[in-house]
């Protein structure tokens, strides 16, 4: 588009000058498009034709441009010369992309040249001598062009703004229709694995009890043994769980706990023997904050549950549980003092089949899982690597 403006300037330039005979400041002219010309150029091949420009550099551009025409003006008949009227195009372009506060700047700046050009005008190239306008002609073309450039340039990015919040809504409606078709089909297939492991689990099981029971008490394999079965009965309750539903949890809405009262009953399945489980809460802001009390859903209890699971696996010694409370927000932070998530799949955990941290075998769905699970509920969910561990965080509106 800048290439074709300085074409047209170039050509009205030489039409006015040689064909109609109007006798121009050539010099000046065609330096000032000259120079124009080289930004152009340098732009072409200093940046690919993908590269996309930062909202300064368009600034600056779209600013540019605004002196450069107003330069030519000047020197050609000032708000008397028709084309003065291309003073809107740039604002009217960084309403269409920039942003409001850019488009205001831009404003300033077209109505500050538009003014000096009326205060301090030149004639219009016209035969001999030039052509000069009434001072009141002169005056109804400056208003005509400030309030021209504001209404434009607030029309236009009115509707841009409604069109960038309307291309922000249908992505979030795709992404989170994504989202629920990607549950579905993982709802279906472990609906299968809880049909089809159900068998071979009973045998495990009840091998594993024969086993433990045919094992003297004193024998080093005991404690193994034990928890080969203590493990087996805990899958048959997940598969148990998954095989229900929510018909086991169908009175959970009526029940309600503190929120640190139910971090630790979810929390209580998962302990594991040398891992310091701690609960505790913080306020944040000045006054007391009280602790909201929750009911223990379905959703909430397994993606909360997914991810203290996932912190004892991980952690060293403790795995701090923390309710933050502000006025306007609540926040559930789980901390452990493992070794991190990798940080080469820190921007993307959350996706499905993704594995955390470092491999251990697992298909890469529980944190997907649970973060879509906690979306239900209305929490964002944010992963962070410690100077000692890692901390997973889901934030929720206190008036939620």
Known sequence: MRWIALIGQLFTVLLVHFSLEFRLPLLPLL????????????????????????????ALLLGYDVLQLSFLLALTGGLQNPFA??????????????????????????????????????PLPWGQGGLELPGLYVLALWAAIVLGSALIAGYAWRVADEARRLSDALAATQ????????????????????????SPLATIAVAARELANSIPRD?????????????????????????QGRASNEHAPYTRLPLSKLLESVAEPYRRGGIELVVEVATRGAGPVAEPSWAPTPE?????????????????????????????????????????????ILDYLGEPYVSTRHSTGGLGLGLFIAQTLLARTGATLQFETLTKGARVTATWPAND
């Open 31 to 58: 330096a000032a498009i000259a120079l124009s010309a080289s930004i152009n150029l340098f732009l072409a091949l200093r940046f690919a034709a993908t590269f996309r420009l930062t909202e300064r550099s368009a």
């Open 85 to 122: 009227v291309l003073l809107t195009v740039p604002i009217t372009l960084s309403a269409t992309i920039l942003s409001l506060r850019t488009t205001m700047v831009l404003c300033l700046m077209v109505t500050a040249a538009v003014s000096l050009m009326a205060l301090l005008p030149t």
């Open 175 to 198: 992404m989170a229709l994504a989202r629920e078709q990607q549950m579905s089909a993982l709802g279906s297939l472990a609906a299968a694995a809880a049909h089809e492991l159900g």
């Open 219 to 243: 024998s080093p394999l005991a404690e193994e043994v034990g928890e080969l079965v203590s493990q087996s009965q805990r899958c048959r309750e997940i598969l148990r769980s998954l095989s």
């Open 300 to 344: 909430l209890c397994h993606a909360l549950g997914n991810l203290i699971d996932n912190a004892l696996q991980f952690a060293t010694s403790k795995v701090t549980l923390r309710v933050r409370l502000g006025h306007d927000w609540i926040a559930v932070e789980i901390e452990d003092d493992g070794p991190g998530f990798a940080p080469e």
